[in-house]
């Protein structure tokens, strides 16, 4: 349920001696239809939801109307032929490539718009996952830093699957530090076996699915 998530990152935020309005919940709603998120999610007040798929995202989006006043945030790899389907995205935590930087600044141009994003660092090095190389990050960011119409704020990452959240806690350390050598310190990292630790180790955004609709 949202309010014991929100509790669970309150307690966190204590232990870790942070003010709870530093982190922002992501609420992920891939795979649950728009009945069951205006039961689990917006029922509650809350308005920052996640999707990682631009179709599932678009046909929610529509389905919901600008009424709900939901801040969309993309969360899944981007294919660069997806970019002109973007509208009214607030932020997308998966950038990996100069290649999609450079088809969201051609859009971006074309629309006169900016749009914000996160690095994805594949921290772990796991085999076959999206992200960069944490040594590639440096590059990646500089690069979007030389675009007029992609803004860089953060970092993100996904941690290996493991039922032990304290297995997460190094890759989240591994990200904030080198958020804090790139400066961009803003970082998204946790999900819901794990979020707890994300907040510990300084995370801005947690991105939390299936915690909200148990
Ligand atoms: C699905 C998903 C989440 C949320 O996962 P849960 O374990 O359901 O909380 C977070 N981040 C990404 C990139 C996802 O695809």
């Given amino acids: 349920m949202l309010p014991a998530v929100l509790d669970r990152i309150a307690a966190a935020c204590r232990r870790a001696s942070r003010d709870p309005a ?17 039961r689990h999610v917006l029922a509650y007040g809350h308005r920052v939801l996640g999707e990682n798929r631009v179709q599932e995202w678009r046909a ?8 709900a006043g939901v801040e969309w945030h993309l969360i899944g790899h981007l294919q660069r032929n997806k970019v002109r389907m973007l ?3 607030g932020l997308i935590h998966s950038l990996d490539s100069e290649r999609l930087a450079d088809a969201l600044e051609a859009e971006g141009a074309r629309r006169d718009e900016t749009f914000r994003v996160l690095v994805q660092v594949n921290v772990a090095r796991e085999e076959g996952k999206f992200g960069v190389a944490p040594e590639a990050a440096a590059e990646l960011a500089r690069h979007v830093a030389s675009l007029e119409h992609v803004a860089l704020e953060g970092l993100m990452t996904m941690a290996p699957y493991s039922l032990d959240p304290e297995r997460s806690r190094p890759v989240f350390r591994g990200l904030r530090h080198l958020g804090d ?19 510990e180790e300084g995370a801005s955004w947690v991105r939390v699915g ?5």
């Fill in 22 to 38: 530093e982190v922002t919940l992501v609420a992920v709603t891939k795979g649950h239809d728009v009945a069951a998120v205006r």
């Fill in 60 to 67: 929610k989006a529509a389905e919901l109307g600008e009424e």
């Fill in 87 to 89: 509208r009214g995205v």
């Fill in 181 to 199: 050598r790139l400066g961009v310190p803003r970082l998204s990292m946790g999900m819901s076996g794990d979020f707890e630790v994300a907040v």
């Fill in 210 to 214: 299936s915690a909200l609709f148990r």
